[in-house]
């Protein structure tokens, strides 16, 4: 059993950063993938970015490439990290953080929420323009 409590999320203005953070705890998640999804209003879970358990692949979504980073600590328990820079009001939405206890399923489909068996409560972002 995987916990993920994410933190971090608050409201800024157009052109601000920002530093999500996801802890976990439990076993398994060291040695999964992970990934931030967002939701927009209305809408379903939208990919963000996502990171293997090594680090060293890692993808974004067409949307946040150039502004957002995602990185990852194994040693600790804190596990996910999501740098966001320049943000605008189109980022604003509860962020999601997610874990592949797997390993495998999101090194073949890092951008899909059916890759991540365990998920946390998620962080409101509100970018005002």
């Known amino acids: 059993q995987v916990k993920l409590i994410e933190s971090g999320g608050r409201s800024v203005q157009t052109g601000d950063s920002l530093r999500l953070s996801c802890a976990a705890s439990g076993r398994g998640f060291r040695s999964g993938g992970a990934a931030w999804f967002r939701q927009a209003p209305g809408t379903e879970r939208d990919f963000v970015a996502a990171i293997s358990w090594s680090g060293s692949r890692i993808y974004y979504a067409d949307s946040v490439k150039g502004r957002f980073t995602i990185s990852r600590d194994n040693a600790a328990n804190t596990i996910v990290y999501l740098r966001m820079n320049n943000l605008k009001p189109e980022d604003t939405g509860p962020y999601y953080c997610?874990?592949?206890?797997?390993?495998?399923?999101?090194?073949?489909?890092?951008?899909?929420?059916?890759?991540?068996?365990?998920w946390g409560q998620g962080t409101q972002v509100t970018v005002s323009a």
């Open positions: 997610a874990v592949d206890t797997s390993g495998y399923a999101s090194l073949l489909y890092p951008n899909r929420t059916s890759s991540y068996d365990y």
